[in-house]
């Protein structure tokens, strides 16, 4: 079971700011927020992960709320070729120890 | 520009036959990850390995589904026998370690008839 809540889409404009929300409220302290995307039917692509400070590279910024409960992915500029699905994703507990688990994500529409 | 790759890329075949799927970890990648993706279930993790060992493959049908790393630059999937239910797109992915970051494959995309 996915341990993050996202919104199922959003709307962009093209060149404007995409903001990316994501609820993670039974995160555990040592726990690493991460975030990839799928463009159409290619494999998920990292993009950006943190654990408490913000993080900026060279595809997005990573906003981490003071309690961790919560995260923004920040496109700065979006493109049409931002189109995607975004998936937040935090580890979960398994037999073999910590794996990652890929919810329903938001599908993020960055119209012209 | 190391890549995780996937052979085939496509594959079609009847119910009841044998399939396998291959992927090559990005070299110097000790963890190995399989998905399957389809529309109704999204990505789903079906296993992974660390120092070609499997840790977890309790997102797998055991019944008919066996994945193995015979070296450290190969991983396979196999499904015996195949059933329509199990086409899907699936992935591949590599990394450094279970929470690290994963380089996902092209995928395989599956169609049983």
């Known amino acids: 079971d996915a341990k993050t809540t996202q919104p199922p889409s959003m709307d962009c404009a093209e060149g404007r700011a995409a903001n990316l929300p994501c609820n993670h409220s039974?995160?555990?302290?040592?726990?690493?927020v991460y975030w990839y995307r799928q463009i159409h039917s290619q494999g998920p692509q990292y993009i950006i992960h943190?654990?408490?400070n913000n993080e900026t590279n060279e595809m997005a910024s990573l906003i981490i709320t003071e309690d961790r409960k919560s995260s923004t992915l920040i496109l700065p500029h979006a493109t049409l070729r931002d189109t995607a699905v975004y998936y937040c994703?935090?580890?979960?507990?398994?037999?073999?120890?910590?794996?990652?688990?890929f919810g329903a994500g938001t599908r993020l529409f960055v119209k012209a | 520009d190391a890549r995780v790759t996937q052979t085939p890329r496509d594959k079609v075949t009847e119910m009841g036959q044998e399939v396998t799927m291959r992927c090559q970890p990005i070299?110097?990648?000790?963890?190995v990850f399989w998905y399957r993706q389809t529309m109704m279930q999204g990505l789903e993790l079906l296993a992974y390995?660390?120092?070609?060992?499997?840790?977890?493959d309790s997102g797998m049908p055991k019944d008919r589904f066996s994945a193995e790393m015979p070296d450290a630059t190969l991983a396979t999937l196999k499904i015996q026998p195949s059933e329509p239910r199990d086409s899907a797109v699936y992935f591949c992915?590599?990394?450094?370690?279970?929470?690290?970051?994963?380089?996902f494959g092209p995928g395989t995309r599956l169609l049983v008839l």
């Open positions: 070299l110097g990648h000790n963890t």
């Open positions: 943190g654990l408490k």
């Open positions: 994703i935090v580890r979960v507990a398994g037999t073999g120890g910590f794996k990652t688990i």
């Open positions: 390995f660390r120092n070609r060992a499997p840790l977890d």
């Open positions: 039974t995160i555990s302290g040592n726990e690493y």
């Open positions: 992915a590599s990394g450094t370690g279970i929470g690290e970051t994963q380089y």
